[in-house]
């Protein structure tokens, strides 16, 4: 039996070694067209900055070390250009040499990936606009820094974009950050994301959201190029990073006739299977499903490449295998902090009408009384009837575990009751005795059963308007340092002796209650809805609403003065 991998590194190279696994007979033959088969895609901006210096640091395997170890015929620089479906082969091209073969296959796995998107503008094929996707690229990067480049601009701000972006304020150049959507790193809702903006502002990176690129022009700068915005602005810089999103690359597997969705990616069976029962297809060139929403959608992340290609792998085999849904669960470190997402976001939920609550807070990595416990800013997204949804967080240490157990609560299919009584390790040095997911369980079980009312910052302008009491209920010197107008305050510790006075001031109207995370306006709540007030009480705070509304109103000293998310 032979089969026949087109396309190595994820997805590709897991399938055929678990192939090699079950079948020490086949012939298995991987056919790449880059020169490496086996590396660390995600490890590319870690060694532009220099934290990896090793670039062999990057290369996993060999095409020598795969057949010494799982005896596999491994082609680098062997191009696939064409399928015939009927004849069962594939026509390839050696780069090197120029020549053409035809290989025939009894299985066919397509693991051909993905590749950057360059819009159609002009200036784009410059030497100094770079993507970064391979070896080769962040090799070329590499050459574009150590030749002397002081200035970059980097066009958008999804994963790749920011981590691009530490790397190349690591190496000490000047950074322009380019997005068009209206927020950096849309993965996350905009309340999340703009602790992020902050972040990147606060290490000297010049941010510009809501910005399209129009061309690369020559320079007027002194620099190497000039950036053009749709706007006119000319950005000068020595090199460009287009980190813009990907796309399937799927030329291969249109030609051939495959079932493509209207996205352009293969569309598969739950064994991997194309629309051909003799092709297989893993990767970033595959449609997914979204294991919230059901909805269909493309998901290029190395996780979900390697699980694919070993169950491509079973079904060549015979093995009744079926794959899962995909969570899209992803993190990213920007600097001091660390960003992730598992699930589908709120804005994305909406879009999809899908009924759904979110509850923010602002819980310590670990025992608040051990020292150095840093705050995690969690939103957990559920269901009326209490089913997890999705989670994002953003922190400076303790992030990945809480996303990662918020992951595998959301795959097993648990709830926010779950969440509640989840058994986590506990010691003063990595967590507290009621966890941060412990934490968020309590406060979505509170909305669901009554106890707990919140509002949002998206109320924040109908709150001012004045049909509301604004009761603020911090210490006298935390509302001195800043407070929203209008606002009384009342300490929640003397709330019940103030009651009387509250009672007056809110005349018959409803109470929104606020403090810094969330935690003293519910015990505020509490109190006042004891009284027979109509209260509610801010979700995660202050905290979540400058991040929401950093053009929040803020009386500081009895002067009206924005506040930044950042201070």
Same mark, same amino acid.
């Given at each position: 039996?032979?089969?026949?991998?087109?396309?190595?590194?994820?997805?590709?190279?897991?399938?055929?070694?678990?192939?090699?696994?079950?079948?020490?007979t086949?012939?298995?033959?991987?056919?790449?067209?880059?020169?490496?088969?086996?590396?660390?895609?995600?490890?590319?901006?870690?060694?532009?900055?220099?934290?990896?210096r090793?670039?062999?640091?990057?290369?996993?395997?060999?095409?020598?070390?795969?057949?010494?170890?799982?005896?596999?015929?491994?082609?680098?620089?062997?191009?696939?250009?064409?399928?015939?479906?009927?004849?069962?082969?594939?026509?390839?091209?050696?780069?090197?040499?120029?020549?053409?073969?035809?290989?025939?296959?009894?299985?066919?796995?397509?693991?051909?990936?993905?590749?950057?998107?360059?819009?159609?503008?002009?200036?784009?094929?410059?030497?100094?606009?770079?993507?970064?996707?391979?070896?080769?690229?962040?090799?070329?990067?590499?050459?574009?820094?150590?030749?002397?480049?002081?200035?970059?601009?980097?066009?958008?701000?999804?994963?790749?974009?920011?981590?691009?972006v530490?790397?190349?304020?690591?190496?000490?150049?000047?950074?322009?950050?380019?997005?068009?959507?209206?927020?950096?790193?849309?993965?996350?809702?905009?309340?999340?994301?703009?602790?992020?903006?902050?972040?990147?502002?606060?290490?000297?990176?010049?941010?510009?959201?809501?910005?399209?690129?129009?061309?690369?022009?020559?320079?007027?700068?002194?620099?190497?190029?000039?950036?053009?915005?749709?706007? #006119?602005?000319?950005? &000068? @810089?020595?090199?460009?990073? %287009?980190? /813009?999103?990907?796309? $399937?690359?799927?030329? !291969?597997?249109? =030609?051939?006739?495959?079932?493509?969705?209207?996205?352009?990616?293969?569309?598969?069976?739950?064994?991997?299977?194309?629309?051909?029962?003799?092709?297989?297809?893993?990767?970033?060139?595959?449609q997914?499903?979204?294991?919230?929403?059901?909805?269909p959608?493309?998901?290029?992340?190395?996780?979900?490449?390697?699980?694919?290609g070993?169950?491509?792998a079973?079904?060549?085999?015979?093995?009744?295998?079926?794959?899962?849904?995909?969570?899209?669960?992803?993190?990213?470190?920007?600097?001091?902090?660390?960003?992730?997402?598992?699930?589908p976001?709120?804005?994305?939920?909406?879009?999809?009408?899908?009924?759904?609550?979110?509850?923010?807070?602002?819980?310590?990595?670990?025992? #608040?009384?051990?020292? &150095? @416990?840093?705050?995690?800013? %969690?939103? /957990?997204?559920?269901? $009326?009837?209490?089913? !997890?949804?999705? =989670?994002?967080?953003?922190?400076?240490?303790?992030?990945?575990?809480?996303?990662?157990?918020?992951?595998?609560?959301?795959?097993?299919?648990?709830?926010v009751?779950?969440?509640?009584?989840?058994?986590?390790?506990?010691?003063?040095?990595?967590?507290?005795?009621?966890?941060?997911?412990?934490?968020?369980?309590?406060?979505?079980?509170?909305?669901?059963?009554?106890?707990?009312?919140?509002?949002?910052a998206?109320?924040?302008?109908?709150?001012?308007?004045?049909?509301?009491?604004?009761?603020?209920?911090?210490?006298?010197?935390?509302?001195?340092?800043?407070?929203?107008?209008?606002?009384?305050?009342?300490?929640?510790?003397?709330?019940?002796?103030?009651?009387?006075?509250?009672?007056?001031?809110?005349? &018959?109207?409803?109470?929104?209650? %606020?403090?810094?995370?969330g935690?003293?306006?519910?015990?505020?709540?509490?109190?006042?809805?004891?009284?027979?007030?109509?209260?509610?009480?801010?979700?995660?705070?202050?905290?979540?609403?400058l991040?929401?509304?950093?053009?929040?109103?803020i009386?500081?000293?009895?002067v009206?003065?924005?506040?930044?998310?950042?201070?």
């Amino acid at each position: 039996m032979r089969i026949v991998v087109v396309g190595g590194v994820a997805g590709g190279m897991s399938a055929a070694a678990r192939l090699r696994r079950l079948d020490e007979t086949a012939e298995i033959v991987v056919l790449e067209r880059g020169p490496d088969v086996s590396f660390a895609n995600c490890g590319l901006p870690y060694h532009v900055g220099g934290e990896i210096r090793n670039r062999s640091a990057l290369l996993l395997h060999t095409p020598a070390s795969l057949h010494a170890s799982l005896d596999l015929d491994v082609r680098v620089r062997h191009e696939v250009t064409s399928i015939d479906r009927d004849a069962r082969t594939v026509t390839v091209r050696d780069l090197e040499a120029g020549t053409d073969a035809v290989l025939g296959y009894d299985a066919l796995v397509l693991a051909t990936g993905a590749e950057p998107i360059v819009p159609p503008l002009p200036g784009l094929d410059r030497p100094e606009v770079r993507t970064l996707r391979t070896v080769p690229d962040a090799d070329a990067l590499r050459d574009l820094l150590d030749a002397g480049a002081q200035s970059a601009v980097v066009v958008g701000a999804g994963f790749i974009g920011l981590e691009t972006v530490e790397a190349f304020r690591h190496r000490g150049l000047t950074v322009t950050l380019v997005e068009l959507a209206p927020q950096v790193l849309p993965a996350l809702d905009a309340d999340m994301a703009s602790m992020i903006e902050a972040e990147l502002r606060a290490h000297d990176v010049d941010v510009r959201t809501g910005a399209g690129l129009a061309a690369v022009e020559d320079s007027r700068s002194g620099r190497a190029v000039d950036v053009v915005l749709s706007d #006119g602005e000319r950005i &000068g @810089a020595d090199v460009v990073l %287009l980190g /813009v999103g990907v796309r $399937p690359s799927t030329a !291969l597997a249109r =030609a051939a006739g495959l079932e493509l969705s209207p996205a352009g990616a293969v569309v598969v069976t739950p064994s991997q299977q194309t629309s051909d029962p003799h092709i297989w297809a893993v990767g970033d060139a595959i449609q997914v499903t979204d294991f919230v929403t059901g909805a269909p959608g493309v998901v290029p992340l190395a996780g979900p490449a390697n699980r694919q290609g070993r169950l491509a792998a079973d079904a060549i085999m015979g093995r009744h295998v079926a794959s899962s849904p995909v969570l899209g669960t992803a993190i990213v470190r920007v600097f001091g902090l660390t960003a992730a997402v598992t699930g589908p976001t709120s804005r994305r939920l909406t879009a999809a009408g899908v009924e759904h609550r979110v509850v923010h807070l602002h819980p310590g990595h670990h025992a #608040g009384y051990y020292p &150095g @416990a840093e705050s995690i800013h %969690l939103a /957990v997204i559920f269901a $009326p009837d209490g089913g !997890l949804l999705g =989670a994002q967080a953003v922190g400076s240490a303790g992030v990945d575990k809480r996303i990662d157990v918020l992951a595998t609560a959301l795959r097993a299919g648990m709830t926010v009751d779950d969440l509640a009584e989840l058994e986590l390790a506990y010691a003063p040095p990595f967590g507290s005795a009621k966890d941060a997911i412990n934490m968020a369980g309590f406060l979505a079980q509170n909305v669901l059963d009554g106890m707990l009312t919140t509002w949002s910052a998206a109320e924040l302008d109908s709150v001012l308007d004045g049909s509301v009491l604004l009761l603020d209920v911090r210490s006298a010197r935390e509302f001195a340092v800043g407070h929203l107008p209008g606002a009384l305050n009342v300490p929640h510790t003397r709330l019940r002796g103030r009651i009387d006075e509250v009672v007056e001031a809110a005349a &018959g109207r409803p109470v929104r209650a %606020l403090c810094a995370s969330g935690f003293r306006s519910y015990l505020a709540h509490r109190v006042l809805t004891s009284h027979g007030l109509d209260s509610a009480s801010l979700d995660g705070g202050l905290t979540t609403l400058l991040a929401a509304r950093p053009d929040a109103p803020i009386v500081v000293d009895s002067v009206r003065e924005p506040v930044l998310a950042s201070r």
